[in-house]
């Protein structure tokens, strides 16, 4: 399979515990994004990469997130002390060069925060 | 800012019958607009993309997309919905300019026996 891989699918954490998540994007593709989806709403963005630089990040990343994507190869997005709040699907996605390119997503990790 | 609007976040139809799902978007100069679809415990896969060629946009299952910048409308139609065509849909707006994508609150497909 050469699609978006996500790893773990499913997490559940109690509040206050760091959790990670990992992004294994389509090879060629130079662009990664995080987005964060809660039931009902669409997708909200995260942050992006252009290859291992960290282009722009949401207001809604606060400093318990972050995010790296070293080497410009796979990303990780860690949550440091997590909130019940920030239970939701977490979407990784990818996109060669182009502006006009589409978002190749992979079928995210659940987080459910106890 | 750049946004998107989908209007009715519940759709229901029969099967066969006409599909018709509303987006708006805001933008000044006229964006890259998709529409995607999410099933059940999957990502978003893309249906369709409108990059300022032809304004109607042909995608997968038939969907098509007309761009209207009067109106600032990107409406998502299929002539004959099909049961398995019950999904979440989700427009959303690349500001020219930009590498951020935007997308709509979702609207929901369900389709009648």
């Known amino acids: 399979d050469t699609g978006v891989s996500q790893d773990p699918r499913h997490k559940i954490t109690k509040r206050g515990q760091n959790v990670t998540f990992r992004c294994d994007p389509i090879s060629e593709h130079n662009r990664l994004y995080w987005y964060r989806q809660t039931l009902g709403q669409g997708p909200e963005f995260l942050t992006y990469?252009?290859?291992?630089?960290?282009?722009?990040k949401s207001r809604l990343l606060s400093d318990r997130f972050s995010a790296e994507r070293p080497k410009g190869s796979f990303s990780t997005l860690e949550i440091q002390r997590t909130e019940q709040g920030d239970s939701a699907m977490y979407l990784c996605a990818s996109t060669p060069e182009g502006i006009t390119g589409e978002l190749f997503f992979g079928e995210g990790s659940r987080l459910t925060v106890l | 800012a750049q946004s998107v609007t989908q209007l009715g976040s519940h759709v229901s139809v029969s099967e066969g019958a006409l599909v018709l799902l509303r987006c708006n978007y805001s933008?000044?100069?006229?964006?890259?607009l998709f529409w995607y679809v999410q099933y059940p415990n999957q990502g978003l896969q893309l249906l369709l993309k409108y990059t300022s060629a032809a304004t109607l946009v042909k995608g997968i299952n038939g969907f098509e997309a007309e761009f209207k910048k009067s109106e600032t409308s990107f409406h998502l139609t299929k002539p004959s919905a099909h049961m398995s065509d019950a999904a979440e849909y989700f427009c959303a707006v690349n500001p020219s300019g930009t590498y951020k994508y935007i997308f709509g609150t979702g609207t929901r497909l369900k389709v009648l026996a």
């Open positions: 933008s000044s100069v006229p964006p890259y």
């Open positions: 990469f252009q290859n291992e630089a960290q282009l722009e």
